[in-house]
């Protein structure tokens, strides 16, 4: 009896375990530009302007400087709160802004005027965000005996910091928009996950598809959002594998159609979600200073970790062709973490992926990647045994049986009784025994694999 799809048929209808739900950071990016009024009222951007941000509900400050662009970026700042920012510059009289908001990239704009070059305090910058709450402290009023001149440029100003302000306060509501619909989101995610792990799967999908319409309308609200749109992802990722789920254990044609194609659906979504998170976190310049940073990085390598698990759902269940697409996200993310625990799980999830969509010859090279460095690892044991066993099979080629074999019965030495696959295992063995009269080699001495 050919028994190629041994182990195939118990993956096919295997429940997906969902890995643990996490939000991402609750941060975002405060982005910006410093410009200077000349004498011909023109504005030219201030190279080298020192940004200090305080946080006001807090005792919080983050300070960094502009480029040559006049351009500022500070990433991993917490949405919650206000904030206010002060801008100096040499030969400048300092500005502030108030009211100021997390969450909303390249709109905040700074205007010095010819000055002393003086960085303000941190207590006069908290002083006059009290008493000017979301204002430019840069200029206003009219100057006394101003020619005509002087009154038009003057008016000239006073309109571009109308237009400033206007766009400012816009973006304060945008993230508004956006705070609440992280929060709401990551609610309900953290409650689809409850409901999951209690088996209450119609509850769970209610509610990660109630995380999913808070994180779209936030990114709605302003498109360039990693943070919300790796939760997204989470989400989608989530909801599919409920539905996979619901699909495998349903006896109603009807029902199992649907939720089989919604899963596969939701797989993809997550996918493009995560890929857009790391786009944008990508194309952002990382800050300078420490704990910014450590926010950017933490948000880079939560996106690149959803992404990786949203391929490996997507790969396996929906699209088997994209399985290189698969392995470099998968690489991208091992790469980046530094926790040797989630680094050698990725590995494993890799390998599976790559197993479970039946490119048995890559799932091959991957677990033996990790028999290098762990030769005792009992599922890179049995699935390197049972890829090559299929390839064997495909191709008729003895030593493939061989070598797979000889996995197998290592995986059979050193799993324990109570693993699941153990018994499947020897009857694998036995098979290809009485088919092809083969019999697993002990490994040579000082060499093990």
């Not at 990433?75 to 908001?101: F, H, N, Q, W």
């Not at 960085?119 to 020619?147: F, I, Y």
């Not at 302000?165 to 689809?192: C, H, P, W, Y």
């Amino acid at each position: 009896m050919n028994r190629k799809h041994f182990f195939f048929s118990l993956a096919a209808v295997a429940l997906l375990l969902l890995s643990t739900v996490l939000a991402s950071a609750q941060t975002g990016q405060l982005r910006g530009q410093v410009m200077m009024v000349g004498a011909d009222g023109k504005e030219v951007p201030v190279a080298g302007a020192q940004v200090d941000v305080y946080r006001t509900d807090v005792s919080a400050k983050y300070n960094t400087k502009t480029d040559k662009k006049g351009n500022f970026v500070f990433a991993g700042l917490p949405y919650v709160g206000e904030y206010v920012i002060a801008a100096s510059g040499a030969d400048a009289r300092p500005d502030t802004l108030s009211g100021v908001k997390v969450g909303r990239e390249g709109e905040y704009k700074l205007i010095l005027r010819p000055g002393d070059g003086r960085r303000l305090t941190e207590d006069e910058v908290r002083g006059m965000a009290k008493s000017a709450p979301a204002t430019s402290g840069g200029g206003g009023g009219k100057p006394a005996g101003e020619s005509a001149e002087d009154r038009k440029k003057r008016e000239e100003l006073e309109a571009k910091n109308a237009e400033i302000a206007a766009a400012n306060a816009k973006n304060q509501k945008i993230n508004e928009v956006i705070s609440r619909t992280f929060k709401m989101g990551n609610d309900a995610l953290n409650l689809g996950s409850e409901a999951s792990k209690v088996k209450r799967s119609e509850e769970a999908i209610a509610q990660y598809s109630t995380a999913i319409t808070h994180y779209s309308e936030g990114i709605s609200a302003d498109p360039e959002q990693p943070a919300l749109l790796t939760n997204r992802s989470i989400a989608y990722r989530a909801r599919g594998v409920e539905r996979f789920n619901t699909a495998v254990q349903s006896k109603d044609d009807a029902v199992k159609n649907s939720s089989m194609e919604g899963a596969k659906k939701d797989f993809k979504d997550a996918v493009d979600s995560a890929e857009q998170a790391v786009k944008l976190l990508k194309a952002q310049t990382a800050p300078t200073e420490q704990a910014a940073l450590n926010g950017y990085n933490a948000n880079k390598l939560a996106a690149l970790a959803a992404r990786a698990e949203a391929m490996r759902l997507f790969v396996s269940k929906t699209d088997q062709s994209q399985a290189d697409a698969g392995i470099a996200a998968y690489e991208e993310y091992i790469a980046a973490e530094t926790n040797a625990e989630k680094k050698s799980k990725a590995q494993l999830d890799e390998a599976k992926m790559l197993f479970e969509a039946n490119v048995f010859d890559k799932a091959v090279t991957e677990y033996q990647k990790i028999l290098t460095t762990n030769p005792d690892n009992v599922d890179a044991l049995v699935y390197a045994g049972l890829s090559l066993i299929n390839i064997g099979y495909s191709t008729n080629n003895k030593a493939k049986f061989q070598e797979g074999a000889n996995y197998l019965q290592q995986f059979v030495d050193k799993a324990p009784e109570g693993h699941s696959l153990k018994a499947d295992a020897k009857a694998v063995l036995e098979n290809i025994k009485a088919q092809q009269n083969i019999k697993p080699e002990k490994p040579a001495r000082g060499r093990r694999g």
